[in-house]
Nanobody
Framework: HVQLVESGGGLVQAGGSLRLSCAAS????????MGWFRQAPGKEREFAAA????????YYADSVKGRFTISRDNAKNTVYLQMNSLKPEDTAIYYC?????????????????WGQGTQVTVSS
């Protein structure tokens, strides 16, 4: 089992930036990939970005490509989501998730462990 704790959410004006962090603990040696997902009120949870645990491969949803950057710090077992040029439609609860088997999917149900989420609100 892997425990995940997100931080870094908050309120920001459109065009601003935030950096989310996700600290992993527990059986981190079993992690294959990490993903960031988001869920807006009344909507389904959707994929935002993912990274292989090695950091070699990254993937982004079209809606965030060019604005968000996912990265990881091996020494700290932490994954980051740098969010620039934020838009009101980026408002959501952001969750990080760990996948413990091979592959880097974009479907939420294929991830094994989840954090509690952090709220991001972008005002217009």
């Amino acid at each position: 089992h892997v425990q995940l704790v997100e931080s870094g959410g908050g309120l920001v004006q459109a065009g601003g930036s935030l950096r989310l962090s996700c600290a992993a603990s527990g059986r981190t040696f079993s992690i294959s990939a990490m993903g960031w997902f988001r869920q807006a009120p009344g909507k389904e949870r959707e994929f935002a970005a993912a990274i292989s645990w090695s950091g070699e491969n990254t993937y982004y949803a079209d809606s965030v490509k060019g604005r968000f950057t996912i990265s990881r710090d091996n020494a700290k077992n932490t994954v980051y989501l740098q969010m620039n040029s934020l838009k009101p439609e980026d408002t959501a609860i952001y969750y990080c998730a760990a996948r413990l088997t091979a592959g880097i999917p974009v479907i939420p149900r294929l991830y094994d462990n989840w954090g509690q989420g952090t709220q991001v609100t972008v005002s217009s």
